[in-house]
């Protein structure tokens, strides 16, 4: 069992910035895809970004390409979401996940392990 712990929630102002991390301090994230996912009330839970275990391949949902950017550190287990020029309609709670179905990495079922969640709330 993969324990993912996500950090960086809070409340901006619509057009700010925000950096949310995950990081697992019992196993090593390298050899798994990794995605950021979201939850706003209300509705269903929806792909967000993710990316290869070599963070070479990376992929977005399209409302969000060109503002946010996910990263990793293998170095420092660490997955990132900078999130840039936020929206109202971005807040929800952000989870992150852990896959080894490196062809799958924008859907939900491909990933195994879950973090509890982040919530991001962007002010209009």
């Known amino acids: 069992q993969v324990q993912l712990v996500e950090s960086g929630g809070g409340l901006v102002q619509a057009g700010g910035s925000h950096k949310l991390s995950c990081t697992s301090s019992e196993h090593t994230l390298s050899s798994y895809g990794m995605g950021w996912f979201r939850q706003a009330p209300g509705k269903e839970r929806e792909f967000v970004a993710a990316?290869?275990?070599?963070?070479?391949?990376?992929y977005y949902l399209a409302s969000v390409k060109g503002r946010f950017t996910i990263s990793r550190d293998n170095a420092k287990n660490t997955v990132y979401l900078q999130m840039n020029s936020l929206k109202p309609e971005d807040t929800a709670a952000y989870y992150c996940a852990a896959s080894r179905n490196y062809a799958a990495l924008n859907t939900q079922g491909a990933y195994a392990y879950w973090g509890q969640g982040t919530q991001v709330t962007v002010s209009s």
């Open positions: 990316i290869s275990w070599d963070g070479y391949s990376t």
